[in-house]
């Protein structure tokens, strides 16, 4: 379970078009494919934060993007997306 220890801070999120546009890149099938809440964490180990995330349904696989950062995304049980990015 990741927490305020190991989270530097949220960042500012996606448009929920430009996640959604990704999403199909990955499993979408956990939630219907829809997305109640979307939140972006900035953390500081995204090997620990993949850990911790680990057995839950997978948006976007892990992926380095043009702007710097190492994204994942991920449903949690109530169907929200939940976004880990560390930036180098």
Excluded: H
């Excluded at 990741?2 to 979408?28: E, F, H, K, Y």
């Excluded at 993949?50 to 057995?55: H, I, L, R, T, Y």
């Amino acid at each position: 379970m990741l927490s305020a220890s190991n989270c530097a801070g949220v960042i500012p999120a996606n448009s929920r078009n430009s996640l959604m546009s990704d999403a199909t890149r990955g499993d979408n099938s956990a939630g219907g494919g829809t997305s109640t809440y979307r939140l972006s964490v900035w953390v500081d180990d995204i090997d620990r934060a993949e850990q911790a995330a680990k057995g839950a349904p997978v948006v976007k696989p892990r992926d380095r993007t043009f702007y710097g950062s190492t994204e994942l995304y991920v449903r949690d049980p109530g169907g929200n997306t939940i976004g880990f990015a560390q930036f180098d």
